[in-house]
């Protein structure tokens, strides 16, 4: 702008000049002509022809002289006169061409000031764009992305195309394609002038954006990307949007770890309080077979893999470990470790459903596994200083210990699962040593499949003309064989089609072979592995381990397991357990 009036005057200037010139010349022409003109009256009128007589020629001669000599004292002041004229005129001429050098100097000198401050605004606008931590985008009418853009675009999204794109493809394979539509129509309410400038600072068609990238190194990075939009307005309205984008990965790691740090506190006392109602010998069991548990935990991480298939047959071993670390803490009422054990299980869970497997990828496990020893061992340190407290006082026996814990886990369940049951025990008394921890771990299974899938709502139980409040029963028995369990409840039974639309989405089926099955085949699907009709993961179901755990800690003791149900009407259980001696053999 500053260049074109500086032009402008410029021409307005010359034009002056040129208009002042000929008005000089002008001024200079007219005496001359005037002066040239007297001069040649004069001549005319001294060389005129005279009509005296040739005796009176003689007498005219002084007269002629002195005309001629007028004339040439006319000319002269005439010539004098107008080189005055010209000496001044050059002089103004001359002057007109200083001024206009000067100010034609003066002018290049404002252009080449205003340029320089061009380029060093350009160079520092550059130098922010390129050390700026924040992304910086403009978004024209179109959404598309302007000229001008951060270099920390290029980190966050792991691209450098930018001018020109869309803001529509920047997103793509980040969100799902109607959240960013909807986003898209949010930002153009940007460019409506009605709109208030309050309530447009109130939107928000991103917030938060979790974006995975490549890392550079082969493998991906997950990001925490936080989106602000700001209207430019101009002297005719709404010009761009300014974006801006930033990392707050840090931010967010922070508060997540703050976050988990005071779960683990409020997790660490509430283990504490719970470990206070569990007697101390049998806190002591647990955490003994705890620690052992995570020994083999720990062995199997260790063991050799290369192929996928190595990896997974790993996997499934540390998922069903965990999760009888998990159920036998959630029948004593330890929330910490039946939390923390959870957590490990998510992500084993993760790892399960990627396509192929690494030992890079079991290293996470390694400090949640630290994480979990540390906790027990701060359990430990109470359970020490109960017992010295309680040094003296009676114990109980075997069977009361597991009645007790059974009957707390029930009512847990109960409670978190908003369902009323009654638990009824029966021949706990004649379980063998031996047997003891095997059935302790069945019955807290079964228990918990009851609690979850089997007992009904209250509303659901009454309108199959049912008491409000259901049955769960658990005898164990001595036969000529053996020993037998026996675990029933008076639920839902056992939903079919649930189990085989479950076995097809986890790939161990196909529909046509669904199709094809009997009761007792289909039945047997709850027995594999991954195999849950629960709609989402909780503390208590919703992986598939535990009937598969029950189904191979009774073939390691060469039992067997019987299973029969009643829609709407009640699920049985049959376990068979042979001899010790039998037992002993099988185990061998």
């Not at 404002?110 to 605004?121: G, K, L, V």
């Not at 191979?552 to 010790?580: M, Q």
């Given at each position: ?278 007697d101390p010998l049998q806190l002591a069991a647990f955490l003994d077979a ?161 609690a979850v899938h089997g007992i009904e709502p209250a509303e659901a139980r ?127």
């Open positions: 702008m500053k260049f074109r009036v500086a032009s402008r005057l410029q021409r307005l200037v010359t034009a002056a000049l040129l208009l002042g010139l000929t008005g000089i010349m002008g001024a200079v022409m007219t005496p001359s002509a005037h002066a040239a003109s007297s001069f040649a009256s004069a001549s005319m009128n001294a060389s005129a022809p005279q009509s005296y007589p040739n005796a009176g020629a003689h007498a005219a001669a002084p007269q002629l002289q002195k005309l001629v000599q007028q004339a040439a004292d006319v000319a002269q002041r005439a010539a004098l006169a107008s080189a005055a004229q010209v000496r001044l005129v050059l002089s103004a001429v001359a002057l007109a061409i200083l001024a206009f050098a000067a100010l034609a100097v003066y002018l290049q000198i404002m252009r080449a000031r205003h340029e320089r401050a061009a380029r060093e605004a350009r160079e520092q606008l550059r130098t922010i764009l390129q050390t700026v931590q924040e992304g910086c985008f403009w978004l024209d009418v179109n959404l598309r992305i302007g000229a001008a853009w951060s270099a920390a675009l290029a980190r966050m999204f792991g691209r450098e195309d930018f001018t020109g794109l869309a803001f529509e493809e920047l997103l793509q394979g980040i969100l799902p394609a109607a959240t960013i539509a909807t986003a898209a129509r949010e930002i153009k309410l940007l460019w409506d002038e009605s709109a208030q400038e309050n309530s447009l600072q109130s939107i928000d068609p991103l917030g938060e954006l979790e974006i995975r990238v490549d890392d550079g190194r082969g493998g991906r990075d997950t990001r925490r990307l936080q989106f602000s939009f700001h209207r430019v307005v101009g002297a005719s309205g709404v010009k761009q949007v300014l974006v801006s984008v930033a990392d707050v990965t840090a931010s967010a790691l922070l508060a997540r770890e703050l976050l988990e740090a005071q779960h683990n506190a409020d997790s660490q006392v509430d283990t504490l309080l719970g470990a206070l109602h569990v705890t620690e052992a548990g995570l020994q083999l935990v720990n062995a199997v991480l260790k063991e050799s893999a290369r192929s996928d298939g190595e990896f997974r047959i790993k996997l499934d071993r540390l998922l069903r470990e965990m999760h009888a670390i998990k159920a036998d803490a959630s029948a004593l009422g330890i929330a910490g470790v039946a939390q923390r054990t959870h957590k490990i299980e998510d992500l084993l869970s993760e790892l399960k459903e990627r396509s192929e497997l690494s030992g890079v990828d079991f290293l996470p496990l390694v400090l949640k596994l630290d994480e979990l020893l540390a906790h027990l061992r701060s359990v430990r340190e109470l359970t020490v200083r109960i017992a010295e407290l309680q040094t003296g006082q009676e114990r109980a026996l075997p069977a009361d210990d597991l009645a007790a814990t059974l009957q707390g886990l029930a009512a847990r369940l109960g409670q978190d699962q908003q369902k009323k049951f009654r638990l009824s025990l029966h021949g706990l008394a004649q379980i063998p040593p031996e047997y003891h921890t095997t059935v302790r771990d069945l019955l807290i299974q079964l228990l918990r499949n009851s009454r309108a199959h003309g049912k008491p409000e409040a259901g049955l769960v029963h658990a005898e164990f028995r001595a036969n000529a064989e053996g020993y037998e369990l026996v675990f029933e409840d008076d639920g839902a039974g056992l939903a079919l089609e649930k189990l085989k639309t479950a076995a097809i989405r986890k790939h161990l089926t196909t529909a046509a072979e669904a199709a094809r099955m009997d009761t007792r085949a289909a039945m047997g699907l709850i027995f594999r592995a991954g195999v849950s009709t629960c709609e989402r993961v909780t503390l208590d179901a919703g992986r598939g381990v535990g009937m598969e755990m029950v189904a191979r800690r009774i073939a390691a003791l060469g039992g067997k397991i019987v299973l029969s149900t009643d829609r709407h009407r009640f699920t049985r259980v049959k376990i068979a357990l042979p001899a010790l001696q039998a037992a002993t053999s099988a185990v061998a």
